[in-house]
């Protein structure tokens, strides 16, 4: 996988990311440089790991969370969910948060954004 990926932000990844880091100036580029790691090759991707238990329904569609390193927090407690559809060469991130303001991925929200991401583009 290379950087020809297209990025597409799931319905509340915007504001959860705006939420979580804006007292962090630097997340940007910390989201960035994670982006290109991630394009290079997602599934060797150091402190990724595949999400399952997400049910029947969403088993064939890989979701990976990764921990981000926030230069500003000198720690990994930041972690970004996100799905790889290679057939339409596009990267979709779902979710962001600190691990001090939530303890693990939201099934739900990974559910919804899957949803709504399949249902606008494969129409």
């Known amino acids: ?3 020809d990926y297209a990025c597409v932000f799931g319905c509340e990844f915007d504001k959860k990311f705006k939420k979580a880091f804006k007292k962090h100036r630097c997340v940007e580029n910390d ?3 994670l982006k290109k790691t991630i394009f ?3 599934e060797n991707t150091r402190l990724t790991i595949q999400i399952s238990g997400l049910g ?3 088993s064939s569609k890989k979701v990976f969370k990764t921990h981000m390193m926030i230069t500003e927090l000198r720690s990994k407690d930041a972690r970004l969910v996100w799905h790889p559809c290679c057939e339409r060469r ?3 991130f779902i979710d962001v948060y600190l691990k001090n303001m939530q303890e693990n ?3 739900d929200l990974i559910k919804r954004s899957l949803d709504s991401y399949y249902e606008t583009n494969l129409k």
């Open 105 to 107: 991925h939201d099934a």
């Open 56 to 58: 029947e329904e969403y």
């Open 1 to 3: 996988m290379n950087d």
């Open 31 to 33: 989201f960035n440089d």
């Open 90 to 92: 596009q990267m979709l």
């Open 40 to 42: 290079a090759n997602f």
